[in-house]
């Protein structure tokens, strides 16, 4: 089709050739599943420590006096910023394997290296990759719902602050929406034996008004959105590791190099 005396050319479609076989050769699932991990494990990890740290002030400073009343809280934010730098740490090298299984195990890439065959050890590693990553799923999953109780708070006292505004302008006195109220203990964050325990009227809107209420709500937020990229990452590894197996298995009783 082309003419042979042009070598320049045939050097041409030789690296076009190479490039679409490596671009064939990159298994896009998990990749993009990597990816996702990454951004949901940074957004949870990074945000939830910088949330928890303003919870703790936050708690200190408007509902609890005494330091015993929040001292089991901030156990709880000290051992779990721990928690979370172990899984930071954690989901960065499983997801680095997972990425190197997709790249071992697509079809693409045997094709390309026509000698690799499916061995028996292969099977069993991708059948072992499933069932840890559908496991880290489920685990991830409760993980995901837990992150929403402190969104829900942030929530609800903000909501709670729009009413008590709404209620100021409209009317002169100030005791009636002195009983609005937001109790922490009702969340679980204190003691049912804390003091004050909770804030009410203005404030509560007062405290709604600061910068630490606000970046306290966006962190929370972000950290929810990441463990939902995280758990969608999860649930894309489990389906692209599975495909491979299925790969593997079936070349594997057709005697097929694969």
């Keep these: 089709m082309f003419p ?10 030789g690296c076009y050739d190479c490039c679409i076989r490596c671009l064939g050769a990159v298994p896009y699932p998990s990749l993009v599943s990597t990816l996702l991990c990454f951004t949901g494990m940074a957004l949870f990890c ?6 928890l740290a303003n919870t703790e002030v ?16 901030a156990s709880f934010i000290k051992y779990f910023q721990y928690v979370i730098y172990g899984l930071a740490s954690f989901f960065f090298l499983y997801c680095i394997l997972l990425l190197a299984e997709g790249f071992y195990t697509t ?3 045997k094709q390309t290296f026509g000698e690799f065959r499916s061995t028996r050890c292969g099977r069993c590693l991708s059948l072992t990759f499933i069932i840890v990553t559908y496991v880290l799923a489920v685990i991830w999953l409760a993980v ?3 992150t929403a109780i402190p969104v829900f708070f942030f929530f609800n006292m903000a909501q709670t602050c729009h009413n008590i505004n709404i209620l100021a302008e409209t009317t002169p006195s100030i005791n009636q929406h ?28 007062s405290i709604c008004k600061t910068k630490e209420f606000f970046v306290t709500y966006d962190l929370y937020i972000a950290a929810f ?13 489990v389906v692209a590791t599975t495909y491979n197996y299925a790969v593997l298995r079936f070349l594997g009783r057709k005697g097929l190099r694969c």
């Design 4 to 13: 042979v005396r042009q070598p320049w050319l045939c050097k041409a479609l």
């Design 46 to 51: 990074g945000c939830g420590h910088e949330a």
């Design 58 to 73: 936050l708690v200190e400073t408007y509902f609890a006096r005494n330091i015993q009343d929040y001292a089991i809280l």
């Design 107 to 109: 079809s693409a890439v």
């Design 144 to 146: 995901f719902a837990f």
């Design 178 to 205: 002195g009983w609005i109220c937001m109790d922490a203990r009702q969340y679980g964050l204190l003691p049912w034996n804390a003091m004050p325990g909770k804030a009410c009227g203005m404030t509560l809107a």
């Design 225 to 237: 959105a990441g463990a939902g990229i995280a758990l969608l990452a999860l649930f894309l590894y």
